[in-house]
């Protein structure tokens, strides 16, 4: 069995409302809370962030999924929508709702279109991220597969 580390550093210099970095290999930001749960909103946030690695790893699963089907697509690009509810204090990360629109290339055949639009449902239920929060949070699938015209 393989095995990957990844691995990310965080400072915090001080309370609540102040603002802190995240740095890996290929990432630096700033990060504190969000505005919307009254915080200075610099950098990024860990809702964003969740909803970053929900959404890439989407993405990034049925772009491989296509390219393994040899389908091929003019375009595929995604809105995410991730929902966090707080109920007496209490925050907890309910919902993301991935859109998805996959545009494929013309003279793809309705066969294909079909494939295309399974594949785009077997993303959401493979990618690893979806996996690791399966049962805490909800994940929806609002998918567009069309032929470009």
């Given at each position: 069995?393989?095995?990957?580390?990844f691995y990310i550093k965080t400072d915090?210099?001080?309370?609540?409302?102040?603002?802190?970095t995240l740095?890996?290999?290929?990432?630096?930001t700033e990060i504190s809370i969000p505005p919307e749960m009254d915080g200075?909103?610099?950098?990024?946030?860990?809702?964003?962030m969740l909803l970053g690695a929900a959404a890439t790893c989407y993405i990034i699963t049925l772009a491989a999924m296509l390219e393994r089907s040899r389908i091929p697509?003019?375009?595929?690009?995604?809105e995410s929508e991730g929902i966090v509810e707080v109920e007496k204090g209490v925050i907890t990360y309910k919902?993301?709702?991935?859109r998805?629109?996959?545009?494929?290339?013309?003279?793809?055949?309705?066969?294909?279109?079909?494939?295309?639009?399974?594949l785009a449902v077997k993303a959401e239920q493979s990618c690893m991220i979806s996996r690791a929060v399966k049962g805490n949070v909800d994940i929806?699938?609002?998918?567009?597969?069309?032929?470009q015209d």
């Open positions: 069995m393989n095995t990957h580390s915090w210099p001080g309370l609540r409302n102040d603002v802190g740095t890996s290999t290929t990432l630096n200075p909103g610099a950098g990024t946030n860990p809702d964003e697509k003019a375009s595929l690009t995604m919902k993301i709702i991935h998805p629109i996959l545009v494929l290339s013309k003279g793809c055949t309705e066969k294909e279109l079909a494939a295309a639009t399974k929806e699938l609002e998918e567009t597969v069309m032929i």
